[in-house]
């Protein structure tokens, strides 16, 4: 009761000098806004890298092949040049059969293609894939059935396609009745996968292209109708390419061993191949990087944090004590009217703590508007968690007890008679 | 029913001195006052200007503490009690009109008379209540909405005058309460001082005014920071019972 009294009064003085209060508060409210957006940019940034981890597979390394620069001059010299690399089924083989820690290795032969339905065309991306790949990350049909083993080993003609393939196609029927041709065979589709949203950085580690259309069927039936090698038609001549495998998903027994084995990966790649066309991407390096960051983070935070406390508390100590200067006759009258120095006390650090408080609260809003901003103009999920708000919230009420206390001890050690005569 | 002179001492002053400046160059104002009142007494302070009446007034108030001699409230002596114990004797036991009011300037008149009880802890719709009732009494009842400034100086008077009445002490004491009074309104202020003293308050007032001093029952005169004379009318106004016993003071519940 007495609390909620002195709260109101205080919100009553601060009220009194608007501009003043305002202009006191600033350095808080700057303060909390920043510390309350660098947090939640923060965690932003953290629930990205968690969500881009899990898609990807924590325990999962993938390796995709990557068209060596060096070879672009040598292309140029003959048209009979067939261009070979990638990954090997050899490298699959080595991976699989020497490293301890792999529970899977999962090939992927990659071709780009037009899709024929009846007369209409769209070029899509087809992915011979084993019946694990699509499980392994995730991928589950939001219509009929996904590949199986069944389909590989018999060399089914069956696909699984992504709901945006249909769309292209300008497809309204049952797409489980749909076939599609593919050079001049016709895929049955058996499964319709979900338009995945990827993260920017997933796309290229998954080597999904966001143009591309993926088209998934049975690994055995790929290389058996396709073959490995590719001949494309470039401004009138040929290029030819030879890649065994586009990429290679493996997953590791346990998250301990996936540095490990990501270092045996690296090694075999290396003996295996003069030049670098592969690429290695382990999903639990990118926690490890995000926690480097976060170490950093935490380094910086509690400066900001400080600094704002500090400066929003300095600009608070001097008007407190200007203030306390200004009402000396009203802390004089109370002393007289039966205050004791803790009551006068009390008041005073209310009033700091309700100024700094009411700082927090504009510095939130203004934090708040701050992580709109962000979302709004970039691309960064800046995300408000509970904590950044206790937070910033604590801290502007410490910076009020810290530097409120001060001059309202010297308000209350004010002697009563001398107070009362000031004028 | 116990005639004055049996009752107990309230304020017992002994030798009580103070003096402003500096100890190389003091400016003794209070020069050696002796004063016993006792309780449920009715004095009036009187002397020409300067003479260090409201000086010995804010010592008796527990505002001031005096250079040397003692002063016992009640029996205690004053320069022992802690200052939390003090702010609770000016809160509980001492109403204190002040020369210049003093009025929390921000503050409305109700908020002004509220305060005494607010630092007493009491809820706000019981104050709330108790303060518009003096108010009305003391003929304010159209302004306890109004900020001292927009009161004229007599309304202020009478601010401060219910402020010093809102807990109920058993001792007034009052700087000129009716100094900026004109004779009807300074009446009904004298008036309601003689219905507290008839109820048993102890009050203590500095008056200029000769026809207030005439009504008081005793008179003490002040010059130059001594009490030149001290009388008292054979026959007090009411005969009534004491509100406190002395030892009270020393253990008010907080
Ligand atoms: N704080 C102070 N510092 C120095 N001198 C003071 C102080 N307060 C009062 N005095 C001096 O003490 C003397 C007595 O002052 P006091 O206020 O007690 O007079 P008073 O009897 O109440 O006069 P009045 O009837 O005009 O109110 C005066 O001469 C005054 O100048
Ligand atoms: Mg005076």
């Known amino acids: 009761m007495f609390l909620g009294e002195l709260v109101f009064e205080a919100l009553r003085n601060l009220a009194r000098h608007k501009l003043r209060s305002f202009l006191t508060a600033l350095g808080i409210i700057f303060g909390v806004a920043s510390v309350m957006s660098m947090m939640s940019a923060g965690e932003g940034a953290r629930q990205a890298i968690l969500e881009q981890i899990n898609q990807l597979g924590i325990r999962n390394i993938i390796v995709n092949a990557k068209k060596p620069p060096a070879e672009q001059n040598a292309e140029d010299e003959g048209s009979g040049f067939q261009l070979a690399y990638g990954i090997t089924f050899k490298d699959a083989a080595q991976i699989a059969e020497t490293l301890p820690f792999i529970d899977s290795v999962l090939p992927v032969h990659d071709k780009d293609r037009w899709i024929w339905f009846k007369s209409r065309r769209v070029e899509a991306k087809v992915r011979a894939v084993t019946d694990d790949y699509l499980p392994t990350l995730k991928l589950f049909p939001i219509l009929g059935r996904t590949l199986t083993a069944e389909d590989s080993l018999e060399r089914r003609r069956v696909c699984v396609v992504r709901r945006r393939l249909l769309n292209e196609a300008r497809y309204l029927g049952d797409p489980l009745k749909l076939r599609l041709k593919v050079d001049t065979d016709y895929y049955q589709v058996v499964g319709v996968l979900p338009d995945f949203e990827f993260q920017s950085p997933n796309k290229a580690a998954l080597g999904i292209d966001d143009r591309a259309l993926e088209v998934y069927i049975p690994f055995d039936t790929g290389i058996d109708r396709m073959g490995i090698e590719t001949v494309t038609s470039r401004s009138g001549s040929f290029e030819a390419s030879r890649v065994e495998l586009h990429q290679l998903i493996c997953t590791v027994n346990t998250e301990e061993n996936v540095l490990h084995a990501a270092r045996g990966i690296k090694t075999i790649l290396e003996s295996f191949h003069d030049k670098k066309d592969y690429e290695v991407t382990v999903p639990l390096e990118l926690l490890e990087s995000r926690q480097k960051t976060q170490k950093v983070f935490n380094i910086v935070l509690p400066i900001v944090a400080g600094i704002s406390l500090l400066v929003g508390g300095i600009g608070i100590l001097n008007i407190m004590l200007a203030t306390i200067t200004e009402r000396t006759r009203e802390i004089g009258i109370r002393r007289a009217l039966g205050a004791t120095g803790a009551d006068i006390t009390s008041q005073f650090l209310i009033e700091t703590v309700t100024l700094s408080t009411v700082g927090g609260l504009l510095g939130l809003a203004l934090g708040g508007a701050g992580v709109v901003a962000l979302r709004h103009f970039t691309d960064w999920d800046a995300v408000v968690t509970p904590e950044s708000v206790a937070l910033s919230l604590g801290i502007s009420c410490l910076t009020g007890v810290a530097f409120g206390l001060y001059p309202a001890r010297r308000a209350a050690q004010m002697d009563p008679i001398e107070a009362l005569r000031h004028e | ?254």
């Open chain 2, 1 to 254: 029913m116990p005639s004055p002179d049996m009752r107990k001492p309230i304020l017992e002053l002994e030798g009580i001195t103070k003096s402003y400046g500096t100890a190389a160059n003091p400016l003794p104002v209070l020069k050696g006052i002796d004063l016993m009142v006792r309780d449920g007494e009715y004095c009036a302070i009187i002397g020409p200007s300067g003479s260090g009446k409201s000086t010995l007034l804010n010592i008796i108030g527990a505002l001031d503490r005096p250079t040397t001699g003692t002063y016992r409230l009640a029996g205690r002596d004053v320069s022992t009690m802690p200052d939390d114990e003090l702010s609770r004797v000016r809160n509980t036991r001492i109403g204190f009109v002040f020369q210049s009011f003093h009025l929390i300037t921000h503050l409305t008149v109700l908020e002004n008379v509220e305060m005494p009880l607010f630092y007493a802890r009491q809820p706000k719709a019981a104050r709330r209540k108790r303060c518009l009732d003096l108010i009305e009494r003391v003929g304010l009842g159209h302004r306890p909405g109004h900020l001292p400034s927009e009161l004229s100086g007599g309304e202020r008077q009478r601010a401060a005058v219910a402020r010093a009445l809102a807990g109920d002490p058993a001792m007034i004491l009052a700087d000129e309460p009716t100094g900026n009074l004109d004779s009807k309104t300074s009446d009904e202020i004298m008036r309601l001082f003689l219905d507290l003293h008839a109820g048993g308050t102890t009050i203590v007032l500095i008056t200029h005014d000769p026809e207030i001093a005439r009504v008081a029952p005793r008179r003490v005169l002040l010059r130059d920071g001594l009490v030149v004379s001290d009388e008292r009318e054979s026959t007090p106004a009411k005969p009534r019972e004491p509100r406190i016993v002395p030892s009270e003071v020393a253990d008010v519940p907080g």
